[in-house]
């Protein structure tokens, strides 16, 4: 019987506990949003930026224009032009707004010029466009 009764109290107190719960840590009592959790950028967003980052990428290396462009930006540091040659090529001027632009350049002598352009979102929200010289081997 003790066993039954202390099994009892037990549940009874654990239904308590969950009745009483505390606030989300977004919910706020004067009815605006909790601005941490508004500012965070979704998963959709970066992913989406990516994806055009990885197609403008395909698209420059697949026109020689551009793509000399590109690399002339990247070689001379200009964020201008780079930014015209991705307009281009996929990116909207949205995408580009208060967007930081890296523009480096690998070492190496020789061998094949590549362009990769990668991105991350948001807050800040940075496009970085690396040239590279990868050593071709025969």
Avoid: Y
């Amino acid at each position: 019987m003790n066993l039954l009764h202390s099994k009892r109290l037990s549940i009874l107190a654990s239904l308590g506990l969950l009745a009483v719960r505390a606030p989300v840590p977004a919910q706020v009592t004067t009815g605006e949003q909790n601005s941490h959790f508004a500012d965070t950028p979704s998963k959709a967003d970066a992913a989406s930026l990516q994806k055009k980052a990885t197609q403008a990428q395909a698209r420059i290396h697949g026109n020689k224009d551009d793509r000399d462009e590109l690399m002339r930006a990247v070689k001379t540091n200009e964020v201008g032009l780079a930014k015209q040659v991705l307009l281009r090529n996929g990116f909207t001027a949205d995408d580009l707004e208060n967007a930081k632009i890296t523009l480096r350049t690998g070492g190496g002598k020789g061998g094949k010029d590549e362009i990769e352009i990668s991105a991350t979102c948001c807050e800040p929200k940075e496009i970085t466009i690396q040239r590279s010289l990868q050593n071709v081997t025969k």
